[in-house]
């Protein structure tokens, strides 16, 4: 059960701004890693925005990095000088050394052992992927059912998507209480607290109030902040900040061409699962509200132009898309904040903010209390 939280504002969060000297940490990373068809591995890491790399020869299947940061701090490992090439593995260094077992070069099944970060990590990532496999799953019920109009399992499958998703939620408010003062906390907030697209700006600002205060100078620790601040320049209330994207044939759009409409601006992808799950929702307001002044804006997070078209086409979304096709990258869901999908927000007239994240029926009773039947 979670403790009573405390309410945070962004204002208070950077009063609360102190330095705190922070001790050398030197670490030593061994690895054993049998039948490697590489003779060289790199270990990568961020500081400021910038990549580092380190590199270091195999040796009788081992290997051994070693060296020192000013706080703890994530590292990956990959063969190749270029920090975002794969397979990667990561790993959070602190005072423990930290040893990496793996077998012909699948890095990303590694196992690793370390420190009490570390650890703490490695069991947000075994939560996560048991997600992911089991969304997996409900994804493909739901094809299933959808396929063969059982309409009573699709909706079954929604509703599930629903509690699955809460739950995740849940579960990572009670890691982050329990680990006040780990980075991974900071970096599970920055990271992964929006895969719950029903996150508000309160619940947000509620586990950044759960941070130790003394670890909100650290690098995580100003990562989750930022990730508050993202949000709170989106916050209902007030004005959609201006953007401009092409549509498939090229057609620049402002957002504020749609001054004088409501608008629900969608973020989404063609190989998003939930994505498309949502869509038969989106598809129903749209076509029950689109004349008596609503649309929808689509803004895909897709980089193959193609896959892009064809589920507009097959799932009938009927209003404006734009895209730059750089996929996660995408200039407007950046500028939002956006890292995880599916996520929307709905403007007035005057383009004001006053809702956010409308899943399922949602969508409708919120529309519904705007137009009336």
Not at 185 to 212: C, K, M, R, T
Request: proline residues 3%.
């Amino acid at each position: 059960m979670l403790r009573t939280f405390y309410s945070i504002t962004l204002v208070s969060v950077l009063l609360i701004l102190s330095l705190h000297a922070q001790p050398t940490i030197k670490y030593a990373i061994t690895g054993d890693i049998k039948g490697s068809k590489y003779t060289k591995i790199y270990l990568h890491h961020k500081w400021n925005n910038e990549f580092k790399t380190d590199s270091t020869h195999i040796k009788n299947n081992t290997f051994v990095f070693k060296g020192t940061v000013s706080e703890v701090n994530m590292y990956w490992l990959n063969f190749d000088r270029n920090p975002l090439a794969a397979p990667n593995t990561s790993f959070f260094i602190d005072q423990s050394k930290i040893m990496v077992n793996t077998h012909q070069d699948s890095l990303y099944n590694a196992r690793i052992k370390g420190g009490k970060e570390q650890e703490y990590y490695t069991e947000y990532k075994r939560m996560m992927n048991n997600f992911g496999l089991q969304q997996q799953s409900l994804y493909q019920r739901y094809n299933e059912a959808l396929q063969k109009n059982e309409a009573t399992s699709v909706s079954q499958t929604q509703v599930e998507f629903t509690e699955l998703t809460q739950n995740v939620k849940k579960t990572l408010k009670e890691m982050i209480q329990t680990h006040s003062a780990s980075p991974v906390s900071g970096y599970i907030i920055y990271q992964e607290f929006n895969n719950n697209p029903n996150i508000s700006l309160a619940e947000l600002e509620e586990v950044v109030g759960y941070l130790d205060k003394n670890f909100l100078n650290t690098k995580f620790g100003k990562l989750a902040q930022q990730k508050l601040m993202q949000i709170n320049g989106t916050a209902i209330g007030k004005k959609i900040m201006e953007f401009v994207q092409n549509t498939p044939d090229g057609k620049p759009v402002n957002i504020r061409d749609f001054e004088g409409q409501y608008v629900l601006i969608d973020f989404w992808a063609s190989w998003c699962g939930p994505c498309r799950v949502e869509n038969p929702y989106v598809v129903s307001a749209y076509n029950k509200y689109k004349n008596k002044g609503f649309t929808i804006l689509g803004v895909s997070l897709d980089q193959n132009q193609n896959a892009w078209l064809k589920a507009i086409e097959k799932d009938g979304l009927t209003w404006t898309h734009i895209s730059d096709l750089k996929g996660w990258g995408n200039t407007v869901a950046q500028a939002f904040g956006i890292t995880s999908i599916p996520q929307n927000i709905l403007i007035d007239k005057q383009g004001v903010i006053i809702a956010k994240n409308l899943r399922g029926e949602s969508l409708q009773k919120k529309l519904q209390e705007i137009f009336g039947e």
